[in-house]
T-cell receptor, first 115, second 111 residues
Framework: GDSVTQMEGPVTLSEEAFLTINCTYT??????LFWYVQYPGEGLQLLLK?????DKGSNKGFEATYRKETTSFHLEKGSVQVSDSAVYFC??????????????FGKGTKLTVNP | DVKVTQSSRYLVKRTGEKVFLECVQD?????MFWYRQDPGLGLRLIYF???????EKGDIPEGYSVSREKKERFSLILESASTNQTSMYLC??????????FGPGTRLLVL
């Protein structure tokens, strides 16, 4: 079945450092790709998404490009802040029964940003 | 804004108890999902529903059942709780081919 692999954490950075979290996927068909973020004590929030090859998703200074040739969707941010400390999940959608879409998640990468 | 609420943030139950976790959404979404989240394992899909009274097994349905009697409400049931069901449970909702929105989660401890 479809799967998502993202880099193991935890990742610790200083404020204003550059962030990359790698994500690769295997899928039949053409899934949409997502990054979700989970702040401490909260549920997941959509950070950004891309629905087709070469699309770039962006939000809050984060961006990721859907690369079909390398089956990747790496998350990047040029200058992280302490408030970016969270767990980041890469996910893909696969269409199932009734047109519903199931999400397949990576295992998550915990990011800590120090002042 | 989409609002997804879960009945409890924290829950402590004893082995063998029947446990109900409830999720309510206010956006008239067709699809609703239950996941469990465990350290090092990410999120795993337990069950999902794409319509009232419809349900489909996810990746780890054993030991769980679900109920969807109304469109806005999706319940997860642990028929006889066991310690290996201690976890964070997350409900999500969404329209077909659109983003999923998550509730705040219920942290369940089974003693």
């Amino acid at each position: 079945g479809d799967s998502v692999t993202q880099m193991e954490g935890p990742v610790t950075l200083s404020e204003e450092a550059f962030l990359t979290i790698n994500c690769t996927y295997t899928a039949t068909g053409y899934p949409s790709l997502f990054w979700y973020v989970q702040y401490p004590g909260e549920g997941l929030q959509l950070l950004l998404k891309a629905t087709k090859a070469d699309d770039k998703g962006s939000n809050k200074g984060f961006e990721a490009t859907y690369r079909k040739e390398t089956t990747s969707f790496h998350l990047e941010k040029g200058s992280v802040q302490v408030s970016d400390s969270a767990v980041y999940f890469c996910a893909l959608s696969e269409t199932g029964w009734g047109g519903s879409e199931k999400l397949v998640f990576g295992k998550g990468t915990k990011l800590t940003v120090n002042p | 804004d989409v609002k997804v609420t879960q009945s409890s943030r924290y829950l402590v139950k004893r082995t063998g108890e029947k446990v109900f976790l409830e999720c309510v959404q206010d956006m008239d979404h067709e699809n609703m999902f239950w996941y469990r989240q465990d350290p090092g394992l990410g999120l795993r899909l337990i069950y999902f529903s794409y319509d009232v009274k419809m349900k489909e097994k996810g990746d780890i349905p054993e030991g769980y059942s679900v109920s969807r009697e109304k469109k806005e409400r999706f319940s997860l049931i642990l028929e006889s709780a066991s310690t290996n069901q201690t976890s964070m449970y997350l409900c999500a909702t969404g329209q077909v081919q659109e983003t999923q929105y998550f509730g705040p989660g219920t942290r369940l401890l089974v003693l």
